[in-house]
């Protein structure tokens, strides 16, 4: 009888959760490609993975889920080290982590996820990084003291009213700290996080993985480090897309290819191949 492992994928929308899934089931269900996991059988709704996987194929965008399309994907897989066993992923629409953040409620159904998962791919998209809205005080202070006119100084104060302090102006890394405690306290076990940085193509040139989010996110990188009793982490890059399909030209390099797996990129450390299964490989590790 196989062993379960019930990861859990997490992150805010538009992370690339999604995407991710659809590389994923077209590298498994392809099965030309060498990778840490295969896959044996699948249960569940193979039509929502074909749509998802079209989508990906052609280059256009992969579709959100959302509250009303979230799906459960049993993989039943083998690996060397690993055996046989059950991955289920549940594919949870961004906006139930967001409800998490701005209402501090979770449904029963998630909750549920929560309680039975044995490792967490927490997604982050370099584009979708704010910093929060200490640029608008720091830009009125440094008007007034360079002695603006007044009635600059007025319309910076203006700024500051209007943008009244709500949940979704908190910085990213606040709000995946929010997010990982939210999960942690709902959990009974310790747990492994694979950090996803993806659209990895686009920031691939600013180091390895930990390096890029230490420098962009220290404090979603220091509580992470500070936490080394309940969770283990690793940072992977991914760019399961390949390239910005947004851009006509690349998007007409990527479908040019004549293998589309030679699009999928992974970086760990200084390590960087087409394995996508490498992230799950590693959660799976510490089963």
Not at 180 to 197: D, K, S
Not at 235 to 243: I, K, L, N, R
Request: charged content about 25%; hydrophobic content about 40%; overall charge negative.
């Amino acid at each position: 009888m196989s062993n379960p492992a019930n990861l859990l994928f997490i992150g805010l929308p538009g992370s690339g959760k999604t995407t991710f899934l659809a590389a994923l089931w077209h590298v498994l269900d392809d099965r030309s490609s060498v990778t840490a996991l295969k896959l044996t059988k699948l249960s569940g709704d193979r039509a929502y993975l074909n749509q998802i996987t079209k989508e990906w194929r052609e280059c256009s965008q992969v579709p959100r889920t959302s509250l009303q399309t979230e799906q459960v994907v049993i993989l039943h897989l083998d690996g060397n080290g690993f055996g046989s066993f059950d991955l289920s992923v549940p594919d949870l629409a961004g906006e139930a982590f967001k409800q998490h953040l701005t209402e501090r409620r979770m449904t029963r159904h998630h909750d549920a996820f929560v309680q039975e998962a044995t490792g967490l791919m927490l997604f982050l998209h370099p584009d979708d990084i704010q910093k929060g809205t200490q640029l608008t005080v720091a830009r009125r202070l440094e008007a007034e003291l360079s002695g603006a006119h007044e009635e600059d100084a007025t319309a910076g104060s203006a700024d500051v009213v209007n943008n009244a302090w709500s949940p979704e102006s908190l910085p990213t890394q606040a709000k995946l700290v929010e997010l990982l405690q939210f999960i942690l306290e709902r959990t009974q076990r310790n747990l492994r996080v694979a950090v996803v940085v993806s659209a990895w193509d686009l920031v691939d040139d600013l180091g390895a993985p930990h390096e890029f989010v230490a420098r962009e996110l220290p404090l979603f990188q220091q509580f992470l480090e500070a936490n080394e009793d309940i969770l283990r982490y690793s940072v992977f890059g991914v760019s399961a897309q390949g390239g910005d399909i947004t851009n006509e030209v690349q998007k007409q390099t990527l479908l040019g290819l004549d293998d589309a797996l030679k699009r999928i990129k992974v970086r760990q450390d200084q390590q960087t191949g087409h394995d996508i299964t490498k992230p799950i490989a590693w959660l799976l590790e510490g089963r």
